[in-house]
T-cell receptor, first 110, second 112 residues
Framework: LAKTTQPISMDSYEGQEVNITCSHN???????ITWYQQFPSQGPRFIIQ???TKVTNEVASLFIPADRKSSTLSLPRVSLSDTAVYYC???????????FGKGTRLSVIA | DAGITQSPRHKVTETGTPVTLRCHQT?????MYWYRQDPGHGLRLIHY???????DKGEVSDGYSVSRSKTEDFLLTLESATSSQTSVYFC???????????FGQGTRLTVV
């Protein structure tokens, strides 16, 4: 997997939009960008995946600039239940190890 | 939810004893992974498998071995458990590259 860098932690108030940016300067042409969310005492779960431009689903949006060297996960109007660790992964090629790193710990405050 | 089951869910064992954790899937997914999670270290990959009898080491493989004799089962063995292996262990499965990985509910292992 390509090396990724994301903030260790972030705080936000309820109702705000939260943007978590991940840097991946060594992303390869065929690499997708995938984000996972992990609640305490649970395994991570898939949130969103994209290759370029913008992807949106019912949970989040993923913005990817033209050079694809970074990506931003956007969570609209967060609630207390969005408090979790968010992981950015780049370069899942199947036979390669799926490494999660430490992720970004998001704390939502009332 | 994806059909992935870890057993046991909780285990307490003594230092020096062998321990085997099982990950069982009903999805026929090719890739399987074992992770451990400890405070301050995030999720660390122990071993992974890309097919029956095809396994490889991850970031923290020392003290662990794995086996995958059939598609649905991926076993993680601690040959001689140590207190440093007290952790929460997660198994994950994935169908192919660039697809969603599904995680089990975790196994909390305590080595005393």
């Amino acid at each position: 997997l390509a090396k990724t860098t994301q903030p260790i932690s972030m705080d936000s108030y309820e109702g705000q939009e939260v943007n978590i940016t991940c840097s991946h300067n060594n992303i390869a042409t065929n690499d997708y960008i995938t984000w996972y969310q992990q609640f305490p005492s649970q395994g991570p779960r898939f949130i969103i995946q994209g290759y370029k431009t913008k992807v949106t689903n019912e949970v989040a949006s993923l913005f990817i600039p033209a050079d694809r060297k970074s990506s931003t996960l956007s969570l609209p109007r967060v609630s207390l239940s969005d408090t979790a660790v968010y992981y950015c992964l780049v370069g899942d090629r199947g036979n390669t190890p799926l490494v999660f790193g430490k992720g970004t710990r998001l704390s939502v405050i009332a | 939810d994806a059909g992935i089951t870890q057993s046991p869910r909780h285990k307490v064992t003594e230092t020096g004893t062998p321990v085997t954790l099982r990950c069982h899937q009903t999805e026929n997914h090719r890739y399987m992974y074992w992770y451990r999670q400890d405070p301050g270290h995030g999720l660390r990959l122990i071993h992974y498998s890309y097919g029956v009898k095809d396994t490889d080491k991850g970031e923290v493989s020392d003290g662990y071995s794995v086996s995958r004799s059939k598609t649905e089962d991926f076993l993680l063995t601690l040959e001689s458990a140590t207190s440093s292996q007290t952790s929460v262990y997660f198994c994950a499965i994935k169908d192919r590259a660039n697809t969603e990985a599904f995680f089990g509910q975790g196994t909390r292992l305590t080595v005393v």
